[in-house]
């Protein structure tokens, strides 16, 4: 859209679509420099800028009233892809997620699906979220510190083929998605026990 908005499908929210669509377009513009997807891409850069909330997060809808672990993972990993083609992206609002992401973080090292939900609101940690979290910090661009390898040894819990079916949890393959690149970017013995 004029916007920048990339969405087919309303229903459900456009800001986790056009998160994974801007991703796609940031990978594709890295590859090819064809300008006619920069245009594209830049405006839904834009995008996403616009529509950061006060605490650094986003949610499902574009606008910037309330924010999520889930939709913001999606916005990272974008931004980091955009930036990482060379797109230009506003470092305040890079450092508005991390922050965002840090808050959603409890004390046993896991993740709230939301921020406001991490001081007992029943926004306990889980895998998914937690992976999410991780991965989150990673695309972010934070590499080490007490936040992240709490983090990781959170998610390590729940290394696959530890006994339990993959249908244990509510949203297995999603936190498998984002744990496999969290244990990969962690290297060494987490992605060592992770990859097999």
């Known amino acids: 859209q004029e916007s920048g908005l990339i969405s087919g499908d309303n229903s459900q929210g456009p800001m ?20 006619r997807v920069k245009e594209k891409l830049q405006k839904a850069v834009r995008l996403i800028e616009r529509t950061q909330n006060n605490e650094g997060g986003w949610r499902y809808m ?4 309330d924010a999520d672990i889930s939709v913001t993972i999606t916005e990272i990993m974008a931004l980091r892809a955009a930036h990482d083609a060379g797109i230009a992206v506003d470092k ?32 306990g940690s889980a895998f998914e979220r937690s992976a999410a979290g991780v991965a989150a910090l990673y695309y972010a661009g934070i590499f080490q510190g007490n936040d ?3 983090g990781l040894d959170y998610v390590f819990q729940f290394l ?30 987490y992605w060592a026990a992770w990859y097999p």
């Open 62 to 65: 574009p606008v910037p009233y």
């Open 148 to 150: 992240l390898r709490h």
């Open 92 to 123: 305040k609002v890079i450092d508005k997620a991390i922050a965002y992401v840090r808050h959603c973080q409890n004390p046993d090292g896991g993740f709230s699906y939301m921020a406001n939900m991490n001081m007992g609101g029943g926004g």
């Open 16 to 35: 986790y679509g056009h998160g994974f669509a801007t991703l796609f377009l940031a990978e594709v513009y890295g590859m090819t420099g064809d300008d």
């Open 160 to 189: 696959p083929n530890r006994g339990l079916p993959a249908n244990s949890y509510a949203h297995y393959y999603y936190g498998e998605y984002y744990a496999a690149q969290a244990m990969f970017l962690a290297g060494g013995s």
